[in-house]
């Protein structure tokens, strides 16, 4: 079976999709695990969202534990999945496991900043509003003027 292929577009089709999430090498599914910032952050930042590292702190948008906000503890690039502190389910024979996550049900409301490299990143310009190329205006030809002219 062919392995992931760098020339692949688009296709409607569900288990294309799949396949391609399925197959992508690591360095694209870290791309995968990006989620949305909280609009303080948008604000502050001037970007919508930026993936995911160990030390962020998320809110739950989705689910049973909607609303819940805390670390995250684990990065599962491979499964794409996130794991977050605090937020566990018991098992049958009473020890805790921790929850998968994916990442579209997921808010950042506090950013990691230790890592420097990250940091430069966020540190974006304010974007300025691109002007638009100002449009001759259009001279209307109307069968008046045309009867004017004659």
Known sequence: MKEFSTKWKASKNPSKQRKFLAKAPL???RKFLSTNLSKELKEKYNIRN???KKGDTVKVLVGK??????KISKVKTKQMKIYIDGIQKKKQDGSMVDIPFKTANLQITELELSDKRRFKN?????KTETTKKEEKPEIKKDKQSKEKKE
Request: charged share 40%; no cysteine; net charge positive.
């Open 122 to 126: 966020l540190k974006n310009e304010p």
């Open 50 to 52: 930026i993936p995911l």
């Open 27 to 29: 360095h694209i599914k």
């Open 65 to 70: 534990f909607k609303d819940k906000k805390g």
